[in-house]
T-cell receptor, first 117, second 113 residues
């Protein structure tokens, strides 16, 4: 399958700081990437859809001013958690859609575990 | 009705057993279906796409019943390494191939020696 990388894999930060997470498609171009969040023992929840060259589409209940998404190239999307608070601590996972095949499968990055103190 | 429903398990089976997971989805316009597996504290990994006619990949067989809006995954000759959470995934609300993915909560499988 296609390869998606994510950086950093783990972040510990103080409350009030901003954290930037990068998601890259390594062997294919992705016009669409997705950002998910997963709390312990819960299912993946889609936060937003990142579209190359245009504004991201946020799911209901997700604050766009708090979770800034930038998809400046066909291989890179970034998620910035601004003014992070302890309740933002979670596992953040990106995925990219591989449009080369008939099923437009999504492949996930390895995730970023964010802990806000 | 939830969009994608799965039996949460856990399914505890001995090595070599055959185990079947079921999943139902609510949006009849959905067109793409997948099974992912997720290991503890890891990202989901695509296991297989589910084709209309059903498909097999080694010990894994996936089937789709559009009339009943039902998807299944069969694992034969279970291995210890099959222990994971299996996620049933359906493309999203607009039903088209460009839709977002909707994840079930997953079925946990534990294969014992």
């Amino acid at each position: 399958g296609a390869v998606v990388s994510q950086h950093p894999s783990r972040v510990i930060c103080k409350s009030g700081t901003s954290v930037k997470i990068e998601c890259r498609s390594l062997d294919f171009q992705a016009t669409t990437m997705f950002w998910y969040r997963q709390f312990p023992k819960k299912s993946l929840m889609l936060m937003a859809t990142s579209n190359e060259g245009s504004k991201a589409t946020y799911e209901q209940g997700v604050e766009k001013d708090k979770f800034l998404i930038n998809h400046a190239s066909l291989t890179l999307s970034t998620l910035t958690v601004t003014s992070a608070h302890p309740e933002d601590s979670s596992f953040y996972i990106c995925s990219a859609r591989d449009m080369r095949g008939p099923y437009n499968e999504q492949f996930f990055g390895p995730g970023t575990r964010l802990t806000v103190l | 009705r939830k969009e994608v429903e799965q039996d949460p398990g856990p399914f505890n089976v001995p090595e070599g057993a055959t185990v079947a997971f079921n999943c139902t989805y609510s949006n009849s316009a959905s067109q793409s279906f997948f099974w992912y597996r997720q290991d503890c504290r890891k990202e989901p990994k695509l296991l297989m796409s589910v084709y209309s006619s059903g498909n097999e990949d080694g010990r894994f067989t996936a089937q789709l019943n559009r009339a009943s809006q039902y998807i299944s995954l069969l694992i034969r000759d279970s291995k210890l390494s099959d222990s994971a959470t299996y996620l049933c995934v359906v493309n999203g609300a607009d039903g088209g191939s460009q839709g977002n993915l909707i994840f079930g909560k997953g079925t946990k499988l534990s294969v014992k020696p």
